[in-house]
């Protein structure tokens, strides 16, 4: 096993990261670090949230910094504001005796006029997110013409963002001479097309498998009807006493509405999305990274960046709408040699989204047992006793009320004092569990792809052909499309014939239920761009589909010319 003295960096360095606990170096560290201290490589690294990322891209960051060049020499992009000041707040402390090296973070939400302030006194290293630091390039305050080194963290994030047109802005900025650096959980197309745009013979280091989950994370998966899936969560979180997580829901009114029927039942919760104020969202982070709050509702924009240690679960109260996205959020748990768990609640209609997700990850998730009403109280009665057996108690605190507490409890013996403990404690428990019936979760297995009824030639009366705004070019397929009407109709859909196209696709839905696809799908966004849907008029099918066969007539003719011309060449060969 490695050292990090054997990776290279120098003493001032070692002596920081001493400090901070760090013995040996993590897998993605162990990789990274060498080579970027090598020469000026471009990199394209993956690995899942909390392997280590920052210190295996920081650390050789800062020993190429030249302190005596008081100009940024390196630029780091993050996606979200939390982020940006985490990875601000570890080079600091790596760089803490090296002396003069000046970290500047500028991001929104906060004061221009202080960063601008900080950028003019001279910064060394730049954290930045995307459209503050844009800001900044066009007021002419961020000089960035002697940076060498570029990175990207979480590549992914950003790109689903929407991000991508500022990066392109920011790096027309950098001297083309430079090394570029792009980190990431998942590897989707975008990720290949910026490597391919900004890099040069990039390397790529792969930690685990692309896109496969944290190793130390279970997946648990409970499937119930949609009716009863808040009554689910309520089980989940009192059969885990001691949970600490994220519950992750899929809009910003879903996520007020969770946190709010939670907090009105008893939990210690709160939510997290994008209505809120940049000093409530701060209000609530701080909360919830000293534990003042267990669980945390929140939406995956809001969640980004989320840098919090000992997460025990993530809760998918909805699956996400893109499937790589469940990967970073299973990730915020199981970090750092510790496990966790990953649970998804879904309704019957999800176990194929469920099914592509475990391609993904790598790996199978658990079918979940509800836990029932005598499970819970037992599991909570037994988190008492263990809280009671292991806590310390100072007697010099209550040597002074002992006497009044002993008098005021003499006439109970000890099996009373349990009983009227538990009471005392878990009341609320029991009274609730003895009205509320126990279910499980169902063993639905089909899936809507299993319920896609192929037609040929005209769509039956009782379909009506829709005109979607994505095609191939976007990354649409059938499967994904379901997933799509899956995600946002809540009742049963029949799908018909599906054509896609390079921009375009037309498909056929059950007639009656054609509006309310409609208006489900134009609540999405994919790759950033507004998802249109409306009835296809009959001069849109019959141009696209005449355009379909004129690339299938010309593929066609193009394959038969290439074979004459070998044939051709065979026989010259011949002769």
Known sequence: ????????????????????????????????????????????????????????????LLQKTVISENKPQALVLSPTRELCI?????????????????????????????QIYELRRGAHIIVATPGRLLDLIRKGEADLSCVRQVVMDEADEMLNMGFIEDINSILASVPSERSTMLFSATMPEEIGELSLKYMKQPREIVIGRRNEGTASVRHVCYTVHAKDKYRTLKRIADFYPRIYG???????????????????????????????????????????RLHNIQLLVATDVAARGIDVDDLTHIINYSLPDETEVYTHRSGRTGRAGKTGISIAIINMKEVGRIKAIEKIIGKKFEIGKIPSGNEICKKQI???????????????????????????LQWLDKEELVKRLVSLEFSRLIDYYQEDEDFDAGNHTETRKDRVRKTSGQAPESFSKLFLNLGKMDGLNPQKLLMMVNRTVPDDVEIGRIDLFSRHSVFEVQSDMARSVIDGLMTLKRNGRQ??????????VARQ????????????????????SGKATQGAARK
Do not use: W
């Not at 985490?86 to 906060?110: C, F, M, N, T, W």
């Not at 809009?251 to 999305?273: C, P």
């Not at 998802?531 to 849109?540: F, L, M, N, P």
């Open 531 to 540: 998802i249109k849907v409306d009835y296809a008029t009959e001069e849109q």
């Open 86 to 114: 985490q990875i601000a707040e570890d080079l600091r402390e790596y760089s803490k005796h090296l002396g003069g090296v000046h970290i500047v973070p500028v991001y929104g939400g906060a004061s221009i006029r202080n």
């Open 246 to 288: 994220i519950i992750f829901c899929r809009t910003k009114a879903e996520t007020q509405e969770i946190s709010e029927r939670l907090i009105r039942d008893g939990y210690n919760v709160d939510a997290l999305h994008g209505d809120l104020s940049q000093q409530q969202r701060d209000y609530v982070m701080n909360r919830f």
């Open 382 to 408: 037994f988190n008492l006793i263990d809280r009671i057996e292991k806590v310390e108690v100072n007697e010099d605190e209550v040597a002074e009320i002992l006497p009044s507490v002993y008098s005021r």
């Open 1 to 60: 096993m490695k050292t990090f003295e054997d990776l290279g960096l120098m003493p001032e360095l070692l002596s920081a990261i001493s400090e901070l606990g760090y013995e040996t170096p993590m897998p993605v560290q162990e990789e990274v670090i060498p080579y970027l201290l090598e020469a000026d490589h471009d990199l394209v690294a993956l690995a899942q949230t909390g392997t280590g990322k920052t210190a295996a891209f920081g650390l050789p």
């Open 545 to 564: 589909l005449e355009r379909k066969k004129q690339r299938k007539d010309a593929r066609s003719a193009s394959r038969k010319d290439r074979s004459v």
